[in-house]
């Protein structure tokens, strides 16, 4: 019946009459969709003799009535102006009737939809006629040009079949009248190519280098070059945020990426839009590169890695991540230097930056400059926040305040927000433009939080929130010995009273997830502030009944200056000691149980040190001297 339908259709044409087979599936293959759950939209074997291809619809007794799926046409288009008739080659073993509607969204041209139906006997192979003047599904005759074509296998000449019919439906040879030709625009072009102004890209999660450098071939053009690091994350990457325009996935959702590595690897990469407040669905793809140089490599955003979805719309940065497998992240992490080059997609908006006369802001009649998009400056503080008690050393680990020493902060602000030290009432303070997520490392290693029992921070935020978002300070140490996430969260829900005061968190940890190694400190917020003020972030131990004179305690300590050895002892057990420095640096600690240790002190440096211990609920401290 197909090898008919052609001859009959060549026959036609060389009369004169110039309906064409327009797609027979089999060539390069055209874009077809299934939707509203239709079971499967595959081409495949001719379901006779298999010589040739066919497009097979199967249905879905759990999708909607309206199930069906998609052709675009990839030569021409269809021209049913003149003759709206289109003919259609179908295979069946079921009597049943097929809905048809052409559209044409692709070219957008003034064709209004049309839909049809024909009646299919279940005898095999069978030409049907659809003729687009019937008004269904609300529309009209065919009176243009159409760029697809959607079939529906559930009808039933007046209606969708409820229940839906279980059947398998083959389509071919889709004969009409040539409309124009179909061109797809090669609109691809160079975004980012790193040989002009340096566009902002970060290192993230431990990445050891993210620079932009000189092409490691022959050295005349400029690259990204990124270093992974064996002590970062296993997602671990850098993020390029574009400088002249959105990348524009709408239509095409390829990215083509020149990358060079001489060790074979697979790139992750993720498109998201933050600076510029798309509603563009973040979306991830990886692609392999075989480690011979430099290479071209597409990634097709469409391929729903990472919990993401597919793109459909314009994005403001790429992320790459170089240790990624294909499956998951290395671990270990590999060793690898990575070049990126030459972004190349279709350009979307061209990205505006706001900027002011003299760099004060308009509508700011102080005239200061205070930064970011043009407009009234925000509201500040002209106060600093109640400075914290004061406490041992050893009794906090301090991330960020002037009361206590730092545990150091590196990678401040990832992710949209940003974070920048600034004055406030002669206190150094975090100013904060949030995005949804801030956080900084720790000192390189993480760091022993077990003593500590509770946690403190101070904010100040403007009045630019809705009422009743959250923002959320965490403690991560990314796993537990359980394979939890190893975070502690607490939500501060913001109030119309909170606005513009220094306002204080200060709540117990928990102790469902381990504190030994904590890595980072992160904030993830809800609430669109657009800045805020942070002081004061520290874990600290609660005082308890400490003592400083030892001998109400019965402890002795010996001897003193020490060179070898620190004996102590009590008439009541000991549970524990640590020595620190006087820094408030734990270098030692003990678990003793019993009532008097000997404490091997030949590996400390010469100087002061205090030792702190605890019996019962009672903590003591004391001093000694290693010579």
């Not at 406490?391 to 990832?414: E, K, P």
């Amino acid at each position: 019946m197909k090898k008919i339908t052609f001859l009959l259709a060549f026959l036609i044409s060389s009369l004169g009459y110039s309906q064409v087979v327009l797609e027979d599936f089999d060539g390069t293959a055209p874009s077809v969709s299934g939707f509203e759950g239709l079971a499967s939209a595959t081409i495949t074997a001719d379901p006779v003799d298999g010589s040739n291809t066919a497009l097979e619809l199967i249905t879905s007794t759990t999708g909607q009535g309206w199930q069906g799926a998609e052709l675009i046409m990839q030569s021409n288009l269809i021209d049913l102006s003149t003759d709206n008739t289109v003919e259609i080659d179908v295979y069946a073993t079921t009597a049943f009737t097929m809905f048809a509607k052409v559209e044409d969204k692709v070219n957008a041209t003034a064709s209004a939809a049309s839909a049809a139906d024909e009646a299919h006997t279940g005898s095999g192979w069978e030409t049907l006629t659809f003729t687009f003047n019937e008004s269904l599904d609300g529309t009209g005759v065919a009176n243009g040009q159409y760029s697809q074509v959607a079939f529906f296998p559930n009808w039933n000449g007046s209606g969708w079949n409820d229940p839906v019919i279980e059947i398998t439906v083959n389509i071919d040879n889709i004969t009409a009248i040539a409309g124009d030709a179909i061109v797809v625009p090669s609109s691809q072009v160079v975004l980012e190519d790193f040989d002009g102004t340096a566009p902002s890209v970060s290192g993230f999660e431990g990445l050891a280098s993210a620079t932009i450098t000189a092409d490691p071939v022959d050295g005349s053009n400029t690259a990204l070059e990124l270093i992974t690091s064996t002590t970062g994350q296993g997602w671990q990457g850098a993020e390029l945020i574009m400088q002249s325009n959105l990348i524009d996935l709408s239509t095409d959702n390829t990215v083509k990426i020149d990358v060079y590595a001489t060790t074979a690897f697979t790139m992750f990469a993720k498109v998201e839009d933050k600076v510029n407040a798309t509603a563009s669905a973040a979306s991830a793809a990886d692609e392999a590169h075989t480690g011979s140089g430099w290479e071209t490599l597409t990634f097709t955003f469409n391929e729903s890695l990472d919990g993401t979805g597919v793109a459909n719309g314009q994005y403001s940065q790429v992320a790459f991540f170089p240790n990624w497998n294909g499956s998951g992240w290395n671990d270990p992490v590999i060793e690898i230097t990575v070049n990126i080059d030459n972004i190349t997609a279709i350009a979307g908006d061209a990205i505006t930056v706001d900027t002011c006369s003299n760099g004060i802001q308009d509508g700011d009649e102080t005239g200061i400059d205070c930064g970011g998009s043009c407009g009234p400056c925000p509201a500040e503080p002209t106060d600093a926040p109640t400075t914290p008690v004061t406490r041992n050393d050893w009794d906090v680990i301090s991330i960020y305040s002037d009361a206590y020493t730092s545990t150091g902060l590196t990678n401040v602000a990832w992710d949209d927000s940003e974070a920048t030290e600034v004055n406030i009432a002669s206190n150094n303070v975090l100013k904060v433009n949030f995005g949804n997520f801030l956080g900084t490392d720790l000192t390189t290693g993480g760091v022993d939080a077990t003593d500590m029992t509770h946690f403190h921070m101070d904010y100040w935020v403007a009045d630019d929130f809705t009422e009743g978002q959250v923002f959320n300070p965490k403690l991560s140490n990314h796993a537990d010995s359980a394979g939890e996430t190893g975070a502690k969260l607490y939500t501060v829900a913001l109030g119309a009273e909170d606005s513009k005061k220094w306002l204080s968190l200060d709540v117990e940890l928990g102790t469902d997830f381990e504190r030994n190694n904590i890595l980072q400190f992160l904030l993830t917020t809800s609430a669109t502030v657009n800045v805020g003020y942070m002081d004061n972030i520290y874990m600290y131990r609660a005082a308890t009944a400490s003592v400083s004179d030892n001998e109400l305690l019965n402890v002795s300590m010996y001897p003193n200056p020490a060179s070898y050895r620190l004996n102590i002892s009590a008439q009541s057990t000991i549970k524990s000691a640590a020595i620190y420095n006087l820094l408030g640096e734990k270098l030692m600690s003990l678990e003793i149980n019993k009532n008097s240790e000997s404490i091997n002190v030949s590996n400390l440096s010469s100087g002061i040190y205090l030792i702190r211990y605890t019996m019962d609920n009672v903590t003591g401290t004391a001093k000694f001297i290693k010579e």
